[in-house]
């Protein structure tokens, strides 16, 4: 059986509910689960492709899952090529618009179909994708904003040997944060970069005013700093700042990200693999970064992301926060600071059945 005689012959999506233990907060709100839709793309081989979807809500979960069982007919038959499948699913949804669930099905189907080919080859997927395994630099986005909590889980996971952590700002008032940043400095030391998350709460000159305070306590990169669509605004507190700002989990396709960069909307880049087009669409995205020489860093889903920053020429940062984990047979782990991409063919997805029914979300 060869690559290019692949053929679907049934896309299976599960809707699973993880609680996550502690939940991770943020000024936009607190998650205390990881809505997934996991997805088995199975072909005429015998071969299944795997991925999910992070669906944020609960409340998107059974409509995600029910989309893709809506397009699963249409797939049965077809070639595993990303490149076809993506123009079929971009044909069918031309007038609806590839953004939200549509873009993320799309996004899943993908990377399942990617990681059948991986299999089929025999081969990482990083391998496939014609990059040497090599670790890539991680940092842990910690999930309390409680200070004593968030110090105690930097102690923790700083012990463990992540040499770069984020924290989520957003706090009622400035003189919290900046003496929150300090406590963490003054316990971590200067060996620790420190990264900092808005998750979008701020307005543009409020965001000025914040981060011209936080300049002198040397942030790596500060994220989203306002409304994650506006490239004017980013761009404005791109320049009035010093720390750099970073940006890209919220790009719907490699077309945002290319007006976001033609807006200078910011220093980094950070796509998301889910929302920039899966694997076919994170490799336009690494194109475009490379062009610019724009630093680009993962978001979530750290299984994928190893393989393709390893392939990405201005590969910055993984992000690793472990939210499938409790539902697979091997979760990711990062060791002296580094995560490898998966050694087993494909991208190195297995479910842990008995997982998946105990966190099972019937219809």
């Known amino acids: 059986m060869t690559q290019t005689s692949l053929t679907i012959h049934h896309l299976r999506a599960r809707a699973v509910n993880v609680p996550l233990m502690p939940p991770v907060q943020t000024a936009s709100g607190t998650v205390a689960s990881a809505p997934l839709v996991l997805i088995d793309l199975e072909?005429?081989?015998?071969?299944?492709?795997?991925?999910?979807?992070?669906?944020y809500t609960p409340l998107a979960l059974g409509p995600t899952a029910q989309l893709l069982a809506n397009l699963a007919?249409?797939?049965?038959?077809?070639?595993?090529?990303?490149?076809?499948?993506?123009?079929?699913?971009?044909?069918?949804?031309?007038l609806l618009g590839p953004q939200?669930?549509?873009?993320?099905a799309m996004a899943g189907i993908d990377m399942a179909a990617w990681d059948a080919l991986a299999k089929a080859a025999n081969m990482p997927l990083v391998q496939l994708l014609g990059g040497p395994a090599r670790p890539i630099p991680a940092y842990c986005s910690l999930r309390s904003m409680e200070r004593a909590a968030l110090l105690q889980e930097a102690e923790t996971m700083a012990a463990t040997g992540f040499t770069a952590l984020k924290l989520r700002l957003g706090l009622p008032h400035l003189d919290a944060e900046l003496e929150?940043?300090?406590a963490m400095r003054q316990q971590l030391g200067?060996?620790?970069?420190?990264?900092?998350?808005?998750?979008?709460?701020?307005?543009?000159?409020?965001?000025?005013?914040?981060?011209?305070?936080?300049?002198?306590?040397?942030?790596?990169?500060?994220?989203?700093?306002?409304?994650?669509?506006?490239?004017a605004g980013h761009a404005a507190i791109a320049r009035a700042v010093a720390t750099p700002i970073q940006i890209g989990e919220n790009w719907w396709?490699?077309?945002?990200?290319?007006?976001?960069?033609?807006?200078?909307?910011?220093?980094?880049?950070?796509?998301?693999?889910?929302?920039?087009?899966?694997?076919?669409?994170?490799?336009?995205?690494?194109?475009?970064?490379?062009?610019?020489g724009l630093p680009l860093s993962s978001h979530l889903f750290p299984e994928f992301s190893a393989h393709l920053l390893a392939v990405t020429p201005t590969a910055h940062w993984l992000e690793f926060l472990d939210l499938a984990g409790p539902?697979?047979?091997?979760?990711?782990?990062?060791?002296?600071?580094?995560?490898?991409?998966?050694?087993?063919?494909?991208?190195g997805l297995a479910w842990d059945?008995?997982?998946?029914?105990?966190?099972?979300?019937?219809?």
Request: net charge negative; charged share 20%.
């Open 43 to 55: 072909t005429n081989a015998g071969i299944t492709g795997s991925s999910y979807l992070f669906c």
């Open 180 to 182: 929150l940043v300090q």
């Open 190 to 231: 200067p060996g620790v970069a420190l990264l900092a998350d808005y998750n979008q709460t701020l307005s543009v000159p409020e965001a000025i005013r914040r981060i011209r305070a936080l300049d002198e306590l040397g942030l790596t990169w500060i994220e989203e700093p306002t409304r994650a669509d506006d490239d």
């Open 253 to 292: 396709g490699p077309h945002e990200m290319a007006r976001s960069i033609a807006a200078n909307a910011s220093d980094f880049v950070m796509p998301d693999v889910m929302k920039i087009g899966g694997v076919s669409g994170w490799l336009r995205a690494a194109a475009l970064a490379e062009t610019q």
């Open 353 to 363: 059945e008995s997982a998946v029914a105990r966190f099972l979300v019937s219809d």
């Open 100 to 104: 939200g669930l549509t873009g993320m």
């Open 327 to 347: 539902i697979l047979a091997a979760p990711p782990t990062v060791q002296g600071g580094f995560l490898h991409p998966s050694t087993e063919p494909g991208a």
């Open 73 to 94: 007919p249409l797939l049965v038959g077809e070639a595993v090529a990303p490149g076809l499948l993506e123009q079929k699913l971009q044909a069918r949804f031309r």
